[in-house]
Nanobody, 127 residues
């Protein structure tokens, strides 16, 4: 069965960096787009970034230039390098699998089309 296990979250000061990892199993990782989404306290899910099976990347505007998504298809691991973190980045971060080779975002609220997600890892940025 599909399993997605995130790690790397923690407490960091504003301006600091963290790298999240997501270990994937139970499917052919290299064939699918993968994504990071987040949920801040009291808010809904927000799509953060996606990487297609061909390596093309996309980001929501608020993280462009600060976050970098990458993947290691040999190890079945998805990464998110987060730099210049601020308090608005505080959230639970989830890795999410797309049902196809490309990330699909729907509507003005940028809702991600996904079929599986992990349990999440907490990122807290102190100001």
């Amino acid at each position: 069965q599909v399993q997605l296990v995130e790690s790397g979250g923690g407490l960091v000061q504003s301006g600091g960096s963290l790298r999240l990892s997501c270990a994937a199993s139970g499917f052919t990782f290299a064939s699918y787009a993968m994504n990071w989404i987040r949920q801040a306290p009291g808010k809904g899910f927000e799509w953060v970034s996606g990487i297609n099976n061909d390596g093309a990347t996309n980001y929501t505007d608020s993280v462009k230039g600060r976050f970098t998504i990458s993947r290691d298809n040999a190890k079945n691991i998805l990464y998110l390098q987060m730099n210049a973190l601020n308090a608005e980045d505080t959230a639970v971060y989830f890795c999410a699998k797309s049902p196809g080779p490309k990330t699909t975002i729907v509507g003005e609220i940028q809702r991600l089309v996904m079929d599986y997600r992990g349990q999440g890892t907490q990122v807290t940025v102190s100001s």
